[in-house]
């Protein structure tokens, strides 16, 4: 993995020459240098036998995720970007985690080098998390959670499961560049210059959000702004989902389609409020209204967090509404954060089962999804990552405003990066960046980052004492 | 009895409502109006003693809610059934609800105390759902008997309608256990008797038994009879309303420590108390509930003092301060004192935390409650070990029994339900121009019936809640209810699977 981000770290080296902004030798530098290890690590670890152990797999998992965020700054720093670790660091992971959060202020400033590493972190983090999902889904003591992947039925001996597993990979892979390539291609031929255009696909696609220009969608035609919101809309579904409906497999594609009716309904009750509460509220001309509406809700349901318009001055309900939205978050086995569709409309079935279960005593109510009855163990895991998820947050809220940031503020910045989608309320909200925050804050939001990225057990995982003790 | 005959007379069946006992629910509700009327004797002999002319008001407004119990026990509810089923249960719970609160306004009204209907509606929710948020910014310009009865609606409430019901009609059958089981949140309260009147009854002695020493004691202590007695009932039934605008300042030390006192003994389950006055000390030596709420209460108390102090308040004041403000978090109670000179955020943050938690199951207090909570905790750490060993046996023990998985998916959709419930209204309040903050723990400390609390203050907003719109008012009522009955019952008569046949 470390040699693939050493390789892309080279990669940047291109519009570092073309542009010949002055940063080569530093870029190179980084670049080889997390090659080398990445090549050392790979050799010294290749006769390792395969992983057997859960408690290996989730350690594996976290220390890829941190490693990479460590390594993400090395460009930041070789080149001066930024000075100050901490703000490095906050950068990298909210590039790998796709979350979209920067302490940049002023991105134009930055080297074209950097930024196109800023979008390709986001890149390969949209993708890691799919893969992430695959991956430790299975690995996560319950082979019937199964839910993500694709081939739902028959995941039960283990031969077959690494087969469609492999197979799983390579579809969303192939969607995933396949997706990357036909938008870069369209933005480009709506009038984007091509470098706008790779960036602009790298981070929404992924649902990033970090962004080239200060101002974000702004700086786009109206045209340009929703051909974004399709390639966020799509981000936000499932990848599998897209596979099945490229390959015109119908049958499948019914499979998911609760999650993407849910999804869908989600994004025009927001976008139905934001439009009118934008058009009544706020003096939008209704075909501003319209756009701006639609495009930041798809922004914000797909927790991608690129603006069309410094959103720290739209009317407080509005903002408080996407907080939640982002919280629901798009549909599992995407690219977005938060929630995830799927667990809120288990949590909502589960309600509804259990006030059925009170009325009528003696009669069987499972939850279904997709007509299919969901297992007692899938309510239990996604009733306890809620729990923990709001935790989490709260804690997060907590421990951002003991390190002096306000309560307004450290509720949007803690929601924002644990849901991964990037700008908070106030100050760090709208065109505005994490720059004021303190060191503390920065960590904590950088570990929120992780935190929600990872599912939060995936990562608390590793603190509780018994994960360590031996038997 | 023909007794099937009888119902399909009325035109409730035509309605396509025939499944519910109508009749039963008017019948109890009006005995239910019938009390609340005889109870407005109280408030009267204050009117008297104090001469403070609201007693025509209150004659007034007695007499018609005692016509209108009248109405509803011989007229509509007459040969009623006595047979509640689960589902009349939940329509039970929310009529009743829905009706009392608003007779209850109905005072407020006559005096022309309070002007708006809303604000009056808000107010008297405020009271019987035991919250304690009040529209009156200067309740001590109030006669002090509608102030008293302003009280002892909170203390009404506290002991639960529900109970009332059941204590009074020993004849109900099934449903009166399911009555029991919804005031107690459905978090399987032991009976203290096998007789589920009689538990009843030993409940409802402690409850009297408490708010009487409280009064004795802080007369002792030096208030005045008038304050004791208002005092009292809203601080055993954690209800929180004050006579006077500047809170519980012109009290002595003495009475201070008193109420704090009795609000620690009210976050308790009342069925923990009976067994203390009992000297049953087996009952609550094992009962890990009434540990964690003592530990809780100690721990934050110490570590609000330290923040306290560390901010630059002398160790005293923050120690005071600390002990009265967490009791009073916790129980729910929502009284509060002038605050230290240097606020600290932590204590903000852990307040909001104990607002959720809230106090014992079986108590008067609100909030998710603690027993819920050390279940949840349990369950969560266990899931972990599961997590890490995936073929191990293992199982989640409160109170030395096995939680079944079933009570857990229940708690679970509560506090997911509860937090639902916050995000909804907060962003209503937020529609009303609250900022973020502020609408989140004027809706939290409002589901959890705790009424005013000096969080809201701390973090800029106001205890005021007489200058909200009055969309904001309804919709904090409702979450006063919502989370007085625990939500299910909310949700249940407003979703369609209750509807279908």
């Given at each position: 993995?470390?040699?693939v ?10 519009p570092?020459?073309h ?7 530093a ?26 152990d859960k408690?290996?797999?989730y350690?594996l998992?976290v220390i ?15 080149t ?11 950068e990298?992971?909210?590039?790998i ?5 920067t ?7 930055l ?55 492999g197979?799983t990979?390579r ?17 480009w ?19 990033g959000?970090?962004?080239?220009y200060?101002n974000?969608?702004e ?10 919101a ?33 999804y ?7 976008a ?11 003096g939008?001309?209704w075909?501003?209204a ?10 914000v349901l797909?927790?991608?967090g ?8 739209w ?7 996407f ?30 089962k ?20 969901v ?54 909200g ?42 | ?14 309605l396509?409502l ?15 109006l019938?009390?609340?009327a005889?109870?407005?004797v ?8 104090y ?8 004659v007034?407004?007695g ?8 109405f ?19 329509w ?10 608003f ?16 604000d ?10 035991t ?9 001590e ?7 008293v009865?302003r009280?002892?609606?909170?203390w ?8 009332f ?11 009166g ?11 399987r309260?032991?009976?203290l ?10 409940l409802?002695?402690i ?23 208002c ?7 954690t ?13 002595s ?17 009342l ?15 094992r ?44 129980s ?12 600290s955020?932590?204590v903000?943050?852990l ?15 609100g ?7 050390i ?11 599961r ?5 191990a ?16 998916n229940k ?9 639902a ?11 009303c ?8 723990c ?7 019936n ?45 979703s ?6």
């Amino acid at each position: 993995m470390l040699m693939v981000e050493g390789l892309l770290i080279l990669a940047c080296l291109i519009p570092a020459f073309h542009f010949a902004d002055g940063t080569w030798p530093a870029i190179t530098a980084s670049g080889l240098f997390t090659f080398n290890i990445g090549l050392f690590l790979t050799v010294s670890f290749h006769g390792a036998h395969r992983i057997t152990d859960k408690r290996l797999a989730y350690l594996l998992v976290v220390i890829m995720w941190v490693v990479l965020s460590l390594f993400g700054t090395l460009p930041y720093l070789s080149t001066g970007a930024t000075t100050s670790f901490a703000n490095a660091l906050f950068e990298s992971t909210s590039g790998i985690t796709s979350t979209g959060a920067t302490i940049f202020s002023a991105v134009e400033w930055l080297p074209a080098s950097i930024l196109l590493w800023r979008s390709m972190t986001q890149w390969i983090g949209g993708f890691g998390i799919v893969l992430l999902v695959l991956a430790l889904v299975p690995s996560m003591g319950i082979n019937k959670y199964s839910l993500y992947t694709a081939e739902a039925s028959g995941a039960d001996n283990t031969g077959k499961q690494t087969t469609s597993m492999g197979a799983t990979v390579r579809h969303t892979l192939g969607v995933y560049i396949l997706l990357t390539c036909f938008f870069i291609l369209v933005l480009w031929k709506s009038g984007l210059h091509i470098w706008d255009a790779v960036n602009i696909t790298f981070t929404n696609i992924s649902s990033g959000g970090f962004s080239i220009y200060n101002n974000s969608l702004e700086h786009l035609t109206h045209t340009q702004q929703y051909i974004t919101a399709a390639i966020m809309l799509l981000s936000g579904i499932n990848f599998s989902m897209l596979y099945y409906f490229l390959t015109l497999d119908w049958k499948r594609l019914r499979n998911k389609f609760d999650q993407l009716i849910c999804y869908l309904t989600t994004f025009l009750i927001g976008a139905v409020f934001a439009i009118l509460a934008l058009a009544l509220k706020m003096g939008y001309s209704w075909a501003d209204a319209v756009r701006c509406g639609i495009v930041q809700t798809i922004s914000v349901l797909t927790t991608t967090g690129s603006l069309v318009a410094d959103t720290s001055q739209w009317w407080v309900p509005i903002t408080f509404l996407f907080v939640v939205l982002s919280l629901c978050g798009g549909m599992a086995g995407a690219t977005t954060g938060g929630l995830k569709t799927m667990r809120v409309l288990i949590l909502i079935r589960n309600v509804r089962k259990i006030l059925r279960d009170r009325l009528h005593p003696r009669s069987v109510n499972p939850v279904r999804l997709n007509r299919k009855p969901v297992s007692e163990d899938i309510i239990t895991n996604v009733m306890v990552i809620f729990m923990v998820y709001a935790a989490v947050t709260f804690v997060g809220i907590m421990l951002l405003m003991l390190s002096g940031i306000n309560a307004t503020e450290s509720i949007g910045a803690a929601i924002a990066c644990i849901t991964s989608y990037g700008p908070g309320l106030g100050t760090s909200g709208g065109f505005g960046c994490y720059a004021d925050f303190t060191t503390s804050g920065k960590i904590i939001c950088t570990l929120l980052m992780l935190l929600g990225r990872l599912e939060c057990l995936t990562l608390i995982i590793l603190f509780v004492p018994k994960f360590w003790s031996r038997g | 009895m023909p007794i099937h005959t009888k119902i399909e007379e009325w035109p409730a069946e035509r309605l396509g409502l025939r499944r519910f006992n109508f009749r039963l629910i008017a019948r109890l509700t009006g005995i239910l109006l019938i009390y609340m009327a005889i109870s407005m004797v109280l408030p009267l002999a204050v009117s008297l003693f104090y001469r403070d002319g609201a007693q025509f008001a209150i004659v007034i407004s007695g007499t018609t809610i005692l016509i209108l119990g009248l109405f509803l026990r011989n007229f509509v509810g007459r040969n009623a059934t006595f047979d509640l089923k689960e589902t009349e249960s939940y329509w039970f719970t929310a009529f009743i609800w829905l009706a009392i609160p608003f007779c209850g306004t109905i005072p407020y009204l006559f005096s022309g105390t309070i002007g708006s209907f809303t604000d009056a509606v808000f107010e008297s929710v405020s009271g019987f759902t035991t919250t304690g948020s009040s529209i009156l910014s200067k309740p001590e310009n109030l006669p002090e008997s509608l102030l008293v009865y302003r009280s002892f609606t909170q203390w009404i409430g506290g002991m639960g309608f529900m109970l009332f019901v059941v204590a009074i009609l020993r004849k109900l059958g099934v449903g009166g256990e399911q009555l029991y089981e919804a005031e107690f949140s459905g978090t399987r309260q032991r009976k203290l008797h096998p007789h589920l009147s009689k538990s009843v009854t030993r409940l409802f002695t402690i409850y009297s038994i408490l708010t009487f020493t409280m009064m004795v004691l802080l007369l002792v202590s030096g208030t005045s009879v008038f304050e004791s007695l208002c005092l009292s009932f809203s601080t055993v039934s954690t209800g929180g309303f004050v006579p006077h605008s500047m809170g519980l300042i012109s009290l002595s030390n003495g009475s201070l420590s008193v109420v704090t006192v009795f609000m620690i003994l009210s976050g308790i389950s009342l069925a923990q108390l009976y067994y203390l006055f009992t000297f049953k000390w087996r009952q609550y030596s094992r009962d890990e509930e009434l540990w964690s709420y003592l530990g809780i209460f100690v721990l934050v108390s110490l570590v609000s003092t330290i923040a306290f102090t560390t901010v630059g308040n002398d160790f005293r004041t923050s120690l005071r301060y600390s002990i009265f403000h967490i009791a009073s978090s916790m129980s729910s109670c929502g009284f509060y004192i002038p605050q230290p000179q240097h606020w600290s955020f932590l204590v903000s943050v852990l307040t909001f935390l104990l607002i959720l938690m809230g106090a014992s199951a079986g108590s008067t207090g609100g909030g998710i409650k603690i027993l819920r909570v050390i279940t949840l905790y349990k369950y969560i750490s266990n899931y972990f070990t599961r997590m890490i060993h995936p073929n191990a046996v293992t199982c989640v023990k409160v109170n030395q029994k096995v939680v079944e998985e079933d009570y857990i998916n229940k708690i679970f959709a509560f506090v997911f339900l509860y937090i639902a419930f916050i995000l909804i209204g907060a962003f209503i309040l937020t529609l009303c121009g609250c900022t973020i903050p502020d609408s989140i723990c004027m809706a939290a400390a409002n589901i959890s019936n705790l009424g005013p609390s000096p969080l809201i203050n701390s973090l800029g907003g106001s205890l005021d809640y007489s200058t909200l719109p009055q969309i904001a008012k309804w919709a904090l009522s409702t979450l006063m209810v919502a989370g007085r009955i625990e939500l299910f019952a909310i949700i249940a008569i407003v979703s369609p699977a209750y509807w279908k046949r």
